[in-house]
């Protein structure tokens, strides 16, 4: 048997925010999929906005017992701020983050240790706020995303898991956090170019996904021992009536796990069920942190013939 791949689906809860305010919907929607999951023997990460987490705190609970993961996110319009995480320094965030974990504790009875920020809006401060906050893991990168606009701008950041560099957002470094950016696409281009393709359920369908998976599991298993721990990550929310097995969204999603299966199949390989909390658990048993970032290396054979 070849390489086994980890498969996982992040799950972006904000049904109660205002742009959409429809707690029913959101509700419907994580019943839907919570079926799909357990038909699919999948796994989940839920990410959660507090008011999202108040609202339906009994069903969160139930997932969590499940085996899926519940994990915290962030829209800080949603708690009074600016849209953007990104737009904060090191302080900022830093209260932003600890009083939606602080709600969080408050119904799930411990604090969270993954974390997505909204937009995957993030800065040069947020790895060392969320190592400070005792976050363990979490997606906060989109590597090739590049939107100003959002305070996202992620340029040619790992596409696979790593620690994260303390002071420089786009490298891996020594900060104990592993971060499990979602499965792209480089080479295929949204949104005028500044957004990657990648395993989100909603922007297109199951054909367009396949390509996508075939591209990243070829990628990974010719990388070999370099990506010690490969892994599909799809993502979605939780703002689509997936209760509804004629939707196009969870058809697309049943489609995704059928491709995934099916590539890793043709290439000797397998696909294992788990939520990121298993990513990041089984990268930091196979890749120590290591205790001071590794100096960068600029090849320079070419100043021989200046």
């Known amino acids: 048997m070849g390489d086994q791949f980890l498969f996982t689906l992040q799950v972006d809860c904000e049904a109660t925010a205002a742009s959409v305010g429809d707690?029913?919907?959101g509700e419907r929607a994580v019943s839907g999929l919570a079926e799909l999951l357990a038909e699919t023997g999948?796994?989940?990460?839920?990410?959660?906005?507090?008011?999202?987490?108040?609202?339906?705190?009994?069903?969160y609970r139930d997932l969590a017992s499940q085996g899926h993961e519940v994990g915290l996110h962030s829209h800080p319009a949603e708690e009074g701020y600016e849209e953007f995480l990104g737009v904060y320094g090191h302080d900022q965030q830093r209260e932003i983050i600890r009083s939606a974990a602080d709600k969080f504790a408050?119904?799930?009875?411990?604090?969270?240790?993954?974390?997505?920020?909204?937009?995957?809006?993030?800065?040069?401060?947020?790895?060392?706020?969320?190592?400070?906050?005792?976050?363990?893991?979490?997606?906060?990168?989109?590597?090739?995303?590049?939107?100003?606009?959002c305070a996202c701008v992620w340029g040619r950041a790992p596409m696979d898991a790593h620690y994260p560099h303390r002071y420089n957002r786009c490298l891996s470094g020594e900060v104990d956090?592993?971060?499990?950016?979602?499965?792209?696409?480089?080479?295929?281009?949204?949104?005028?170019?500044?957004?990657?393709?990648?395993l989100r359920v909603e922007l297109v369908d199951g054909k367009n996904h396949w390509y996508t998976i075939c591209?990243?599991?070829?990628?990974?298993?010719?990388?070999?021992?370099?990506?010690?721990?490969?892994?599909?990550?799809?993502?979605?929310?939780?703002?689509?009536?997936?209760?509804?097995?004629?939707?196009?969204?969870?058809q697309t999603l049943t489609a995704i796990i059928r491709a995934a299966r099916e590539i890793c199949a043709s290439r000797d390989s397998g696909v294992v069920p788990a939520t990121s909390a298993g990513i990041a658990e089984r990268y930091r048993e196979l890749v120590p942190r290591p205790q001071r970032t590794a100096p960068l290396r600029l090849d320079t054979r070419g100043r021989a013939f200046l």
Not at 178 to 198: C, F, K, M, N
Not at 225 to 245: E, W
Request: charged share 20%.
């Open 177 to 198: 956090f592993v971060e499990i950016p979602p499965t792209i696409d480089p080479d295929s281009r949204l949104w005028g170019g500044a957004h990657p393709q990648d």
């Open 23 to 25: 707690s029913a919907l």
């Open 42 to 59: 999948m796994k989940a990460t839920f990410a959660v906005i507090p008011s999202d987490l108040s609202t339906s705190a009994g069903m």
């Open 106 to 149: 408050d119904v799930m009875g411990s604090r969270p240790l993954f974390f997505t920020p909204g937009y995957y809006s993030a800065n040069d401060y947020t790895y060392e706020v969320l190592e400070e906050l005792g976050f363990q893991h979490g997606t906060v990168s989109c590597p090739t995303r590049d939107l100003p606009q």
């Open 215 to 250: 591209k990243s599991v070829e990628r990974q298993i010719s990388a070999g021992p370099s990506i010690p721990v490969k892994y599909l990550k799809a993502t979605t929310h939780n703002i689509f009536a997936y209760d509804d097995r004629s939707n196009f969204r969870r």
